[in-house]
């Protein structure tokens, strides 16, 4: 069953843990475009733990940019070694964010479709937060094998948090939340970051 994030970056003013200097200038940036689904908070500070135990020399990709609200989260938290390459599909967010990091030179953010991305960089933690490539609106997932760098790990946001198993959703099995559990090329586990919002972490197993 997928979250229903719509109010994204309106959660950011009543979080109770600090927010990165960088993170607000992103939610900042999405409220003067009026933009909506900024990165749950609780998926920010899982994408902060997953990128900050990056080495030197990995390659982060990125779907969904908005105006750079998840994207901030990770450069935060990882090392300035670490290379990021995040896609935005819509003109004037992709411009918010690319002015967002302008002084970041370890980080690249794009204006274009994100599937013209995931196989061109095989980095080593991909985010599916926008763009396709989840499974969720029946368009094929990614194929990791392709897409991830050895023993690589990618992380799909914006499902709503269940017990019961097999997950449904609108009274069917959730095939894409099952797409990933169950694959035969990853460790997947579901990580609960919030009440609400419930985020896919797999990780590439040879």
Do not use: Q
């Amino acid at each position: 069953m997928l979250a229903m994030t719509m109010n994204g970056t309106d959660l950011y003013e009543h979080w109770p843990r600090e927010i990165p200097t960088l993170v607000g200038r992103a939610v900042a940036a999405a409220r003067e475009l009026d933009f909506r689904l900024c990165v749950h908070p609780g998926t920010g500070g899982l994408l902060a733990a997953l990128a900050a135990g990056l080495p030197d020399g990995s390659t982060v990709v990125e779907t969904g940019t908005g105006t750079g609200a998840g994207l901030a989260w990770m450069v935060t938290a990882a090392s300035s070694g670490v290379r990021f390459v995040s896609v935005e599909l819509d003109a004037d967010r992709a411009a918010a964010a690319a002015k967002l990091f302008a002084d970041c030179p370890n980080v690249t953010t794009v204006h274009g479709r994100a599937e013209e991305h995931w196989y061109e960089h095989r980095p080593d933690l991909l985010v599916l937060d926008g763009g396709g490539g989840t499974g969720k609106s029946g368009e094929p997932p990614v194929d990791v094998r392709r897409a991830l760098a050895p023993f690589g790990t990618v992380t799909v946001d914006d499902f709503t948090p269940v017990a019961d198993w097999p997950p449904m959703h609108r009274g069917e099995v959730d095939g894409s939340r099952l797409h990933w559990l169950e694959h035969p090329e990853l460790h997947t586990t579901e990580v609960m970051v919030a009440p609400d919002m419930a985020v896919l972490v797999g990780r590439l197993l040879r």
